[in-house]
């Protein structure tokens, strides 16, 4: 689901960007143990106006970055932000189709995108697939507590059936395959969870 004109301003406004390096960064950093290793191709999906393609650029050390969205002006916005670097690609795709063969990347982000996407279990299984295995999953989203209240629902445009918490977003994850790394809850509002695609033999 796309945003209201509210949720755009608010994602677009330099502040987020504030946020961004001051909080989501070092945040996203303290999830992996051992660093984020070498992470020669990331994808971002819902990359919104393109802040969390200059995180994992920057921060994580992704060298080649695919991000996607559903939005075409923030596709157009992201595309003409990075029309001049030749390791960033921005594609109009949905996370439940996504658009790439399997095993593709080593990380793939979801920044606050989950909670826009009613069927996000099925978003899950596409990430799992474009994973390649011992690849990373990022995940910061909203949890239903934070996005089905009166205020919430007066100011914003969320799906309100199939939302989750902490838990049933951790469930998601493992029963798609994924192993869980290191996870983090706010207040049930909102939560980070780094988890990896097992590699079998
Ligand atoms: C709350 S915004 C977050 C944007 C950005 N990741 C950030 O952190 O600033 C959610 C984004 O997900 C996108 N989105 C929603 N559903 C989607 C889907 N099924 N596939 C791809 N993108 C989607 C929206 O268009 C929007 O840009």
Redesign the pocket.
């Known amino acids: 689901?796309?945003?209201n004109h509210f949720?755009k301003s608010i994602?677009s406004h330099p502040l987020?960007l504030w946020v961004q390096a001051r909080i989501e960064a070092p945040l996203s950093l303290s999830m992996f143990p051992a660093g984020p290793g070498n992470i020669e191709s990331a994808l971002?999906?819902?990359?919104?106006?393109g802040?969390?393609v200059e995180l994992i650029k920057r921060h994580l050390g992704g060298r080649r970055i695919v991000a996607?969205?559903?939005?075409e002006e923030?596709v157009a916005f992201v595309s003409r932000k990075y029309i001049n670097d030749p390791g960033i690609e921005v594609l109009m795709?949905?996370?439940?189709a996504l658009p790439f063969a399997d095993n593709r990347f080593d990380l793939v982000c979801n920044?606050?995108?989950f909670h826009?996407?009613v069927d996000w279990q099925h978003?899950v299984a596409e990430v799992f697939r474009v994973l390649r295995p011992g690849g990373y999953f990022l995940l910061e989203d909203l949890y239903r507590l934070a996005i089905c209240n009166p205020l919430s629902r007066r100011l914003f445009e969320h799906p309100q059936v199939n939302r989750f918490n902490h838990q049933q977003l951790l469930s998601g994850l493992a029963s798609a395959g994924f192993v869980l790394i290191k996870e983090r809850c706010l207040l049930d509002l909102t939560g980070v969870i780094l988890v990896q695609k097992p590699v079998r033999d």
């Open positions: 689901m796309k945003l949720e994602i987020r971002e999906i819902g990359c919104g106006f802040q969390g996607i969205d559903l939005d923030q795709a949905d996370a439940t920044f606050a995108v826009h996407i978003a």
